[in-house]
């Protein structure tokens, strides 16, 4: 019996073990084989241009409350990319939902700040914090760009069976920070438990959403470490943002009470030490300015000192010429007079 060789499959160059015509034959960036059917019929639009973003921001207020509906209730018999972000991923929803936690995060931050803040200390002056928006713009944004692109990447790396798209898995990590909106707002509420609380619902929820898209397409990786080190990776990471935003954004406002009367402390004593350097200063300008009518009046009183020592000098010149004079002439006359005969 002779058998023919034919060489590789003409059909399936890269002898890829998924099923032909499946979504697993998904490979594209930005968009899916039903995106790409079609747009196959209509002229392509460039990379740059405003036309080819337009169609993934084309997408109506019912599409985006279901879809952050369904990004915070878990089903597992259901896939979150597959029956709700399928056909059309979009990036409205997303974009928005990432700013509005960027401000509800900084905004609540500084009002639980003032809350503590007021509450302890008299003399607290309130001042926003500026920085709190560009730190949670930061981790908000790296967190839904580069996250899905490892996971695309990794999908690609391993020809999963189930290979979403970029902007698939971009737009299901964008939805499911929606359930963090409610819960910043919540945060505000100054109990460390409800806190706690919070974070595990939020966390469970959302994450849930994400392990059930996400676990279909590493399944049947044929290193079970791998599949299970990504799904691992994906609650490590949700669990991470949202301890972060409670650590940095709202705990850090809420010292000890030991620290609260330390800080009294330090504030009273730095306030005396300023006080006494102000009296200092104080009592070196009235010396500094007192010191030259003291030098002024010694140097008078020396003058005079001086002036009554020469005139009491030249008096007793005077009275020792006039008493070398009269005794001259006195001894002169009496001279004179025993000199002459009786």
Same mark, same amino acid.
């Given at each position: 019996?002779?058998?023919?060789?034919?060489?590789?499959?003409?059909?399936?160059?890269?002898?890829?073990?998924?099923?032909?015509?499946?979504?697993?034959?998904?490979?594209?960036?930005?968009?899916?084989?039903?995106?790409?059917?079609? %747009?196959?019929?209509?002229?392509?639009?460039?990379?740059?241009?405003?036309?080819?973003?337009?169609?993934?921001?084309?997408?109506?207020?019912?599409?985006?409350?279901?879809?952050?509906?369904?990004?915070?209730?878990?089903?597992?018999?259901?896939?979150?990319?597959?029956?709700?972000?399928?056909?059309?991923?979009?990036?409205?929803?997303?974009?928005?939902?990432?700013?509005?936690?960027?401000?509800?995060?900084?905004?609540?931050?500084?009002?639980? +700040?003032?809350?503590?803040?007021?509450?302890? %200390?008299?003399?607290?002056?309130?001042?926003?914090?500026?920085?709190?928006?560009?730190?949670?713009?930061?981790?908000?944004?790296?967190?839904?760009?580069?996250?899905?692109?490892?996971?695309?990447?990794?999908?690609?790396?391993? +020809?999963?069976?189930?290979?979403?798209?970029?902007?698939?898995?971009?737009?299901? =990590?964008?939805?499911?920070?929606?359930?963090?909106?409610?819960?910043?707002?919540?945060?505000?509420?100054?109990?460390?438990?409800?806190?706690?609380?919070?974070?595990?619902?939020?966390?469970?929820?959302?994450?849930?959403?994400?392990?059930?898209?996400?676990?279909?397409?590493?399944?049947?990786?044929?290193?079970?470490?791998?599949?299970?080190?990504?799904?691992?990776?994906?609650?490590?990471?949700?669990?991470?943002?949202?301890?972060?935003?409670?650590?940095? =954004?709202?705990?850090?406002?809420?010292?000890?009470?030991?620290?609260?009367?330390?800080?009294?402390?330090?504030?009273?004593?730095?306030?005396?030490?300023?006080? %006494?350097?102000?009296?200092?200063?104080?009592?070196?300008?009235?010396?500094?300015?007192?010191?030259?009518?003291?030098?002024?009046?010694?140097?008078?009183?020396?003058?005079?000192?001086?002036?009554?020592?020469?005139?009491? +000098?030249?008096?007793?010149?005077?009275?020792? +010429?006039?008493?070398?004079?009269?005794?001259?002439?006195?001894?002169?006359?009496?001279?004179?007079?025993?000199?002459?005969?009786?």
């Amino acid at each position: 019996m002779i058998v023919a060789d034919f060489g590789p499959d003409i059909a399936n160059p890269n002898n890829d073990p998924r099923p032909p015509g499946e979504l697993g034959d998904q490979s594209y960036l930005f968009t899916s084989d039903v995106i790409r059917g079609r %747009s196959s019929t209509t002229a392509k639009k460039n990379f740059f241009s405003f036309e080819f973003y337009q169609q993934y921001f084309d997408v109506d207020t019912d599409q985006v409350l279901s879809r952050i509906l369904y990004s915070m209730l878990p089903r597992f018999t259901s896939n979150f990319i597959t029956d709700h972000i399928h056909p059309l991923p979009d990036l409205w929803g997303p974009f928005w939902i990432s700013v509005t936690l960027i401000f509800s995060t900084a905004i609540c931050g500084n009002l639980a +700040k003032y809350i503590q803040r007021s509450g302890t %200390s008299t003399s607290y002056h309130y001042g926003s914090d500026f920085r709190l928006v560009t730190g949670a713009s930061t981790i908000i944004f790296c967190y839904v760009v580069l996250v899905p692109f490892l996971l695309y990447s990794l999908f690609w790396y391993r +020809k999963s069976y189930l290979q979403y798209s970029y902007l698939d898995i971009l737009c299901a =990590y964008g939805y499911s920070l929606s359930i963090f909106i409610p819960v910043s707002i919540l945060w505000v509420l100054q109990a460390q438990w409800f806190r706690w609380i919070l974070i595990f619902l939020s966390v469970a929820l959302s994450g849930s959403v994400l392990v059930s898209s996400i676990w279909p397409a590493v399944k049947n990786d044929r290193n079970k470490a791998i599949a299970l080190g990504t799904i691992l990776s994906i609650l490590l990471l949700h669990s991470l943002v949202a301890v972060g935003f409670k650590e940095y =954004y709202f705990d850090v406002s809420l010292p000890s009470r030991l620290e609260v009367e330390n800080f009294h402390l330090l504030h009273q004593q730095v306030q005396s030490i300023e006080h %006494s350097h102000a009296q200092l200063k104080v009592t070196s300008m009235e010396s500094n300015s007192i010191a030259p009518n003291e030098t002024r009046v010694q140097q008078v009183e020396m003058k005079t000192k001086e002036n009554s020592r020469s005139i009491g +000098k030249k008096e007793n010149n005077v009275v020792t +010429k006039i008493t070398e004079q009269v005794n001259s002439t006195m001894v002169s006359k009496v001279a004179t007079k025993i000199s002459k005969p009786v």
